[in-house]
């Protein structure tokens, strides 16, 4: 662990040029007493760490001075396929390495170069959350990741969609994918186990065999069973991802409804409603009328569900068809002119 920290240092000079005691040790997240006694050990070693004295000193190598102590550990280099992501890393487990990989790579790095991979990063930044939403609690997810990392089986309590609501599932973790700032699992069912199962963990029923995706946050509890397995060869966790995702789509919307739109609600229905309903209005959108409305056609769960979702856009949307989802929302908006209406205004609570 020293060892590795006394590079970590080494690198931080030699990318970074003059630095603080107190800079290397924010950037390490040790002491500043810890980083005074591996800057002397350094120079015990031989490498020529000069000390500026003053309001504008602080610690750097001599002038012409490089290492060539770059090379990457394994762990390492199974970091940086996360280089962009690095919150994303520190939530599997992996912050500390793709740290070190990247301040590698960096040192590794003619000056030219090190100084166009540090404007990139001055000037891009990725956020994979969604607006308004707050990130999932995934206590077990370094866990997780850690039996897709080594091919070992789990045990899991799971909290899924429908009854029974707590599960207990034995899995073989094939990948993990962060989608809108929530962590899903794909993992296979070992064949012994395939029998009990009920379909997939989340919403889509049409498959009865193959991988499947539980939610990560969903997971209750976890036991390595200590055994391994095999990984299927010709399994594309991307290609999976892709036509699993187009398949919940597909089957979660199981109706459809005719809309009209304002002007103004065609303009907010990307905003106000969920990627596959907002496109569906954009494609099957007619010419505008008279009034400037245009009639779309969008996908529903359900009654209930598409009454709460449409209710975003008020009076822009006006449903036509089915008679059933009409009537819900005419109920839902006389239920609020009768509480607006009837109460009048309220009096001041202060």
């Known amino acids: ?52 004295r003053g309001v504008t000193g602080g610690y750097r190598l001599l002038a012409g001075y490089r290492t060539r102590l770059t ?117 296979a069912v070992p064949p012994d186990e395939a029998g009990s199962r009920d379909g997939e963990e989340i919403g889509v029923d049409s498959v009865p065999t193959g991988p499947r995706v539980y939610r990560v946050g969903k997971i209750l509890s976890l036991t390595p069973t200590g055994e391994g397995f095999d990984r299927p060869p010709d399994f594309d966790l991307a290609a999976y991802w892709a036509a699993w995702t187009a398949r919940y789509e597909a089957e979660v919307y199981r109706a459809t409804a005719t809309v009209r739109l304002s002007p103004a609600g065609f303009a907010l229905a990307p905003h106000r409603l969920p990627p596959a309903v907002s496109r569906s209005i954009r494609d099957s959108a007619g010419p505008p009328e008279a009034d400037g409305w245009v009639r779309a056609r969008l996908p529903i769960e359900s009654v209930r569900h598409a009454q709460g979702e449409l209710l975003a856009l008020g009076p822009e949307l006006e449903v036509l068809d089915p008679p059933e989802l009409r009537a819900a929302l005419a109920r839902a908006a006389a239920a609020l002119a009768r509480l607006y209406d009837a109460a009048g205004p309220r009096p001041d609570s202060g």
Request: hydrophobic residues 50%; proline residues 5%; charged residues 25%.
């Open 1 to 52: 662990m020293r060892a590795s920290r006394l590079l970590s240092v080494l690198m931080l000079l030699q990318t970074r040029g003059k630095l603080t005691a107190r800079q290397i040790a924010d950037e390490l997240e040790v002491s500043v007493r810890t980083v005074h006694r591996d800057l002397d050990s350094l120079a015990q070693a031989g490498v020529p760490v000069l000390a500026d």
């Open 71 to 187: 090379g990457l550990t394994a762990d390492e280099a199974d970091s940086l396929f996360l280089a962009g992501m690095p919150g994303a890393a520190a939530e599997l487990g992996l912050g500390a390495m793709l740290a070190a990989a990247e301040l590698k790579l960096l040192a590794a790095l003619p000056e030219p170069l090190r100084e166009r991979a540090g404007r990139v990063r001055e000037r891009f930044h990725l956020d994979a959350p969604g607006w308004f939403r707050a990130t999932e609690d995934t206590p077990l997810l370094a866990e997780v990741a850690d039996a897709v990392w080594a091919q070992r089986r789990l045990r899991v309590t799971y909290r899924r969609w429908r009854a029974p609501r707590e599960v207990d599932r034995v899995l073989d973790p094939l990948g993990v994918v962060l989608k809108s700032g929530i962590w899903y699992l794909v993992a």
